[in-house]
């Protein structure tokens, strides 16, 4: 159901995280899962309520934000060839550079907090987090997810 929409890039090269973030959040867009205000609202959010988190030494991040932005619900992923920097969650001083990206688009607040948690679960979980970064299709993806019930 969050994958449906089937927004995954793999192995993809950004200078930073506005640039990673933008073709994501124009993806959900293009597909009419979010209101023209999502991209901005994330990345507003993101200043005030960093995303990203050092797991085992791989870092992650989760943007995402509130619900009055969203039309469907959706998530997006983003696996990067070179780290970029997103301000860390627990230490906002503190930059991560981080290779791997769950933008999440959903609408209500116990949708996110729901998410959050299977998504932590998949972060601690090394095997499957290396698979997720290693995968290379929408396919491997998926597969990944659903053995992590995250679908």
Known sequence: MFFSEEIAFFNQSYNNKEDALKKLADEFLTKGLVKDTFFQAVIDREKGYPTGLNINGIGVAIPHTDGIHIIKPQI???SLKEPVIFKDMVDDKHGIEVNTIFMLGLLKSEQQIEMLQKLIALFQDE???KNVIACKNIYEFK????KANID
Do not use: P, S
């Open 76 to 78: 997006g992923f983003m």
């Open 143 to 146: 597969n990944i997810m659903k």
């Open 127 to 129: 095997v499957l987090l």
